[in-house]
């Protein structure tokens, strides 16, 4: 079983749609989440930082269940310039080692 | 945060050779990352490249393939030794801000072995 699971996708949604991507983990001693945006040949960019009380950024809202090990992240009002793949991230504890996801391809169209 | 860059962004090599991609950040970092992306793939962490000591490595890597530097709290070095086409892959180096923060990345090397 992978470190942190996520659904490949792509997701292939129109403009204006809410979408939602979830990732699993399997350290359940892991301390820190994340996830992060990488476009098309560059590098990976935090998007946000994920709490267990849930946390929002404008569009996105990002939730821990730390029961289940899960994470998701949802993005509202989608715009064109959201097509990215998105990486859940893992910070298992310690010494800020990373564990990324495979990441889940996201496509907006108008 | 600081500025991250890395040279070479991208470069076409033989196989047998070796490759040195340099990592500069321009502020000091207590702690430096080096990280490779295959075609596909998402980011698998290499090693933790240390200053003052050598490098912690992941499980399936080692030093003699990828020896690294780290001279100072603001420059890396990672060497891809005696290269194979499966080492074609973008490398990516990055820093946390602080000990409990996540990282940031540099632009990466992409590096094609024919």
């Known amino acids: 079983r992978k470190e942190v699971e996520q659904d490949p996708g792509p997701f292939n949604v129109p403009e204006g749609a809410t979408v939602a991507f979830n990732c699993t983990y399997s350290?359940?001693?892991?301390?820190?989440f994340f996830w992060y945006r990488q476009d098309c040949r560059k590098e990976p960019k935090l998007l946000m930082s994920v709490y267990s009380s849930g946390n929002e950024d404008g569009r996105f809202t990002a939730q821990l269940n730390r029961a289940s090990q899960y994470i998701s992240l949802l993005i509202r009002d989608s715009k064109l310039s959201d097509s990215a793949t998105y990486l859940c991230?893992?910070?298992?504890?310690?010494?800020?080692?990373?564990?990324f996801g495979a990441g889940t391809r996201l496509a907006v169209h108008p | 945060s600081a500025v991250i860059s890395q040279k070479p962004s991208r470069d076409i090599c033989q196989r047998g050779t070796s490759l040195t991609i340099q990592c500069q950040v321009d502020?000091?970092?207590?702690?430096m990352f080096w990280y490779r992306q295959q075609p596909g793939q998402s980011l698998t962490l290499i090693a933790t490249?240390?200053?003052?000591?050598?490098?912690?490595?992941e499980s399936g890597f080692v030093i003699d393939k990828f020896p690294i530097s780290r001279p100072n709290l603001t420059f890396s070095t990672l060497t891809v030794s005696n290269m194979s086409p499966e080492d074609s892959s973008i490398y990516l180096c990055s820093y946390p801000r602080a000990p409990t923060e996540t990282q940031y990345f540099g632009p990466g090397t992409r590096l094609l072995v024919l």
């Open positions: 991230v893992v910070m298992p504890g310690g010494y800020n080692k990373l564990i």
């Open positions: 490249a240390n200053q003052g000591s050598e490098a912690t490595y």
């Open positions: 502020s000091q970092v207590t702690m």
């Open positions: 350290n359940s001693a892991s301390q820190s």
